[in-house]
């Protein structure tokens, strides 16, 4: 198993422009989500996912959108770059049942810094 | 929303038992209570897990309180490496969400 991947893991972006961060799991988990952690701070939600095709936003969703098209893969998009979107983003994923159930696998993280 | 209070940050001496205390006052009965750390510069680390009973595992144990209001972590015989800032969360079963603390950063003495 690779758990989660993210991808990229550093990127610059100038305000305005778009991007898509990718996440994929590769443990079947039903649920995945995003967060993103600002400097000396904990995480906050941005959109989860309970399963293909379910989409919800979180705490801080202003200027992302997701989409789940299949079970492995949970994109974030930014649709207009701000640098108040200057962060370090991770994705996450859990299983929903079995014996791993309840335990959260992190994404490495992708940090993101708009200028 | 149930919400966690932690303490900004402890200090432990090398090779000593190390317990880490978190506040959970308004926790519902379907939250269950996690702990994570987090190295500089890494994504968070799995610790441990539980509902209403202690827990523990090859990392830790988790000491939760009769009325679940609050629960601890406890690191036997801290070392250097678990110097990182330790997070106390709360999972609500009923829409799967994560409810982050601010953490607590432990630095570990030589």
Redesign the interface.
């Known amino acids: 198993n690779a758990g989660v991947t993210q991808t990229p893991k550093f990127q610059v972006l100038k305000t305005g422009q778009s991007m898509t961060l990718q996440c994929a799991q590769d443990m079947n988990h039903e ?1 995945m ?1 995003w967060y993103r952690q600002d400097p000396g ?5 941005i959109h ?1 996912s ?1 399963g293909a095709g379910i989409t919800d936003q ?1 705490e801080v969703p202003n200027g992302y959108n997701v989409s789940r098209s299949t079970t492995e893969d949970f994109p974030l998009r930014l649709l207009s770059a701000a640098p108040s979107q200057t962060s370090v983003y ?1 994705c ?1 994923s ?1 299983s ?1 049942g079995g014996t791993k159930r ?8 992708s940090w993101l810094t708009v200028v | 929303d149930a919400k966690t209070t932690q303490p900004n940050s402890m200090e432990s001496n090398e090779e000593e038992p190390v317990h880490l205390p978190c506040n959970h006052s308004t926790i519902s009965g379907t939250d269950y209570i996690h702990w994570y750390r987090q190295l500089p510069s890494q994504g968070p680390e799995y610790v441990i897990h539980g509902l209403t009973s202690n827990v523990n595992n090859r990392m830790a144990s988790l000491a939760i309180a009769e009325d679940r209001k609050s629960s601890t972590l406890i690191l036997h015989r801290a070392t250097l490496r678990d110097a990182a800032v330790y997070y106390c969360i709360l999972r609500d079963l009923s829409n799967y969400q994560l409810i982050w603390g601010a953490g607590t950063k432990l630095i570990i003495k030589p």
């Open positions: 649920y989500s701070m904990g995480l906050r939600l989860y309970v979180g991770f996450a859990i929903l309840d335990t959260i696998y992190f994404g490495e993280g």
